[in-house]
């Protein structure tokens, strides 16, 4: 489906966000962000065979947009309002770019735990001119934002779980990509080598790697940085690096926040080494002041190193293929947000769905996942990946003054959120 030829420059954007964000008949209202929709990777994960009976199309394309802008580094940003096809009003936002203007790049709190609204997180990062809502996430007992799956945010690692979990995410170079993968460390002492487990897991059995534990089973470390505070599984033996060197060792080191260790200006650097088995026994063999070389990297199988990843939901669509499942939470009418890309990865799409209406929530309707994934193959996108939807769904787009909701009203109710996907001019 082309894009209308009405195009509004960026001194115009302010007039054009007002009028999404006016209450006039059709357009959406504010509403309860909700509980999560539950579709979280584990509920993606697999495939089942596509019935008749679920609907692929939707007429949200069919008729002509109800607003366009574009914003720095070339980015388009288009609406469309029609139906889910089930009666329910909707709303697709799409904002499209090309990958030689741009680079894909993820926003995220402070640390772990924290959560901020869409467009908080889009204004927070420097330089991205629109941004959408990130990974799957879940609240511990605490009622902290957890991520569910790996984050990486400018080449940084903040978090990886054990074993190998479903990314969404750019390389090097800022391309996007969606793959499978896995932390690749170790870490090095002495005659030793151990392989790196995890990063910043807080031993939950919430997060979305599948795999073995090695750091459970004692064949490999555990890395934990300032990032992840006080929480963090408890193993047999804890080591703490400060500018390579062990500065600290015992069975339980305190560490994190207000601690003497990975706390303040002096120990934003610090590293703690956890271990349990033979790995802890190497752990504990280590002396004051021994030299300790740490090293870990989030790789997708192929060897390919990701600058910026956050975990996501299933494939949708692969070389133009439709694998989108139509069973459990993928059949319902529910907010989306999508990534999406053509093959040879020269075009980029961000795409979000929501309910709109006077007596229905943003939150509440939206698409089928093989709606969805039709969507973002009319836009001419040939491979998408589905990342955390519902309540959760947004699309800030950046302006003169600060980042502001796009794909429904402004005063739409925000889900807070641990980590976004942005686009920044190169």
Same mark, same amino acid.
């Given at each position: 489906m082309g894009l209308p030829r009405r195009t509004v420059p960026l001194a115009a954007a302010t007039l054009l966000l007002a009028a999404l964000a006016?209450?006039?008949?059709?357009?959406?209202?504010? $509403?309860?962000?909700?509980?999560?929709?539950?579709?979280?990777?584990?509920? +993606?994960? !697999?495939?089942?065979?596509?019935?008749?009976? @679920?609907?692929?199309?939707?007429?949200?394309? +069919?008729g002509s947009p109800v607003a366009r802008l574009r914003a720095a580094g070339g980015v388009t940003v288009t609406a469309w309002n029609g139906t889910d096809g089930r009666g329910h009003d909707v709303r697709v936002t799409a904002a499209q770019a090309s990958v030689a203007r741009v680079r894909l790049a993820v926003s995220a709190a402070a640390g772990f735990g924290d959560a901020r609204?869409?467009?908080?997180?889009?204004?927070?990062?420097? =330089?991205?001119?629109? =941004?959408?809502? $990130? !990974?799957?996430? !879940? &609240?511990?007992?605490?009622? #902290?934002?957890? %991520?569910?799956?790996?984050l990486v945010r400018g080449g940084h690692v903040l978090r990886v779980p054990p074993g190998r979990s479903a990314v969404? $995410?750019?390389? #090097?170079?800022?391309?996007?990509?969606?793959?499978?993968a896995h932390v690749d460390g170790v870490v090095r002492?002495?005659?030793?080598?151990?392989?790196? =487990?995890?990063?910043?897991?807080?031993?939950?059995?919430?997060?979305? $790697?599948?795999?073995?534990?090695a750091v459970a089973a004692g064949r490999a470390v555990a890395v934990v940085t300032p990032w992840l505070g006080r929480a963090r599984?408890?193993?047999t033996w804890e080591v703490v690096l400060r500018q390579g060197v062990v500065v600290a060792a015992a069975r339980r080191v305190a560490f994190g926040a207000g601690s003497t260790w990975g706390s303040g200006t002096q120990g934003r650097g610090d590293v703690l080494l956890a271990a349990s088995g033979a790995a802890g026994r190497a752990l504990k063999a280590l002396r004051p002041r021994a030299a300790v070389a740490v090293d870990y990297a989030l790789r997708a199988a192929d060897g390919t190193r990701l600058g910026e990843a956050v975990g996501s939901g299933a494939v949708m669509l692969r070389n133009g293929r439709d694998l989108a499942? @139509? +069973?459990?939470?993928?059949?319902?009418?529910?907010?989306?947000?999508?990534?999406?890309?053509?093959? %040879?990865?020269?075009?980029?799409?961000?795409?979000?769905v929501d309910g709109r209406g006077w007596d229905a929530p943003v939150s509440r &309707?939206?698409?089928? &996942?093989?709606?969805?994934?039709?969507?973002?193959?009319?836009?001419?996108?040939?491979? #998408?990946?589905?990342? +955390?939807?519902?309540?959760?769904?947004?699309?800030?787009?950046?302006?003169?003054? =600060?980042a502001r909701r796009v794909d429904a009203p402004e005063n739409a109710l925000q889900r807070q959120v641990p980590d976004g996907l942005v686009l920044i001019p190169r």
């Amino acid at each position: 489906m082309g894009l209308p030829r009405r195009t509004v420059p960026l001194a115009a954007a302010t007039l054009l966000l007002a009028a999404l964000a006016t209450p006039a008949a059709g357009t959406v209202t504010a $509403g309860a962000a909700g509980a999560s929709a539950g579709t979280g990777p584990a509920a +993606d994960a !697999g495939r089942s065979p596509l019935a008749s009976a @679920c609907p692929s199309r939707s007429d949200l394309l +069919d008729g002509s947009p109800v607003a366009r802008l574009r914003a720095a580094g070339g980015v388009t940003v288009t609406a469309w309002n029609g139906t889910d096809g089930r009666g329910h009003d909707v709303r697709v936002t799409a904002a499209q770019a090309s990958v030689a203007r741009v680079r894909l790049a993820v926003s995220a709190a402070a640390g772990f735990g924290d959560a901020r609204r869409t467009t908080e997180l889009t204004a927070g990062t420097r =330089g991205a001119v629109i =941004g959408v809502n $990130g !990974g799957y996430f !879940g &609240y511990d007992w605490s009622g #902290a934002a957890v %991520p569910q799956g790996p984050l990486v945010r400018g080449g940084h690692v903040l978090r990886v779980p054990p074993g190998r979990s479903a990314v969404v $995410g750019a390389d #090097a170079a800022g391309r996007p990509l969606a793959v499978t993968a896995h932390v690749d460390g170790v870490v090095r002492f002495a005659a030793s080598r151990l392989p790196v =487990g995890s990063v910043n897991d807080d031993g939950g059995s919430g997060h979305a $790697g599948s795999g073995v534990d090695a750091v459970a089973a004692g064949r490999a470390v555990a890395v934990v940085t300032p990032w992840l505070g006080r929480a963090r599984p408890l193993r047999t033996w804890e080591v703490v690096l400060r500018q390579g060197v062990v500065v600290a060792a015992a069975r339980r080191v305190a560490f994190g926040a207000g601690s003497t260790w990975g706390s303040g200006t002096q120990g934003r650097g610090d590293v703690l080494l956890a271990a349990s088995g033979a790995a802890g026994r190497a752990l504990k063999a280590l002396r004051p002041r021994a030299a300790v070389a740490v090293d870990y990297a989030l790789r997708a199988a192929d060897g390919t190193r990701l600058g910026e990843a956050v975990g996501s939901g299933a494939v949708m669509l692969r070389n133009g293929r439709d694998l989108a499942r @139509c +069973d459990g939470p993928g059949s319902v009418s529910r907010p989306r947000t999508l990534v999406a890309w053509d093959t %040879p990865r020269t075009r980029l799409w961000f795409v979000t769905v929501d309910g709109r209406g006077w007596d229905a929530p943003v939150s509440r &309707y939206g698409l089928s &996942y093989r709606q969805a994934t039709e969507v973002a193959r009319a836009l001419g996108a040939t491979q #998408a990946v589905m990342v +955390d939807g519902g309540g959760s769904t947004t699309m800030a787009l950046r302006g003169s003054g =600060g980042a502001r909701r796009v794909d429904a009203p402004e005063n739409a109710l925000q889900r807070q959120v641990p980590d976004g996907l942005v686009l920044i001019p190169r």
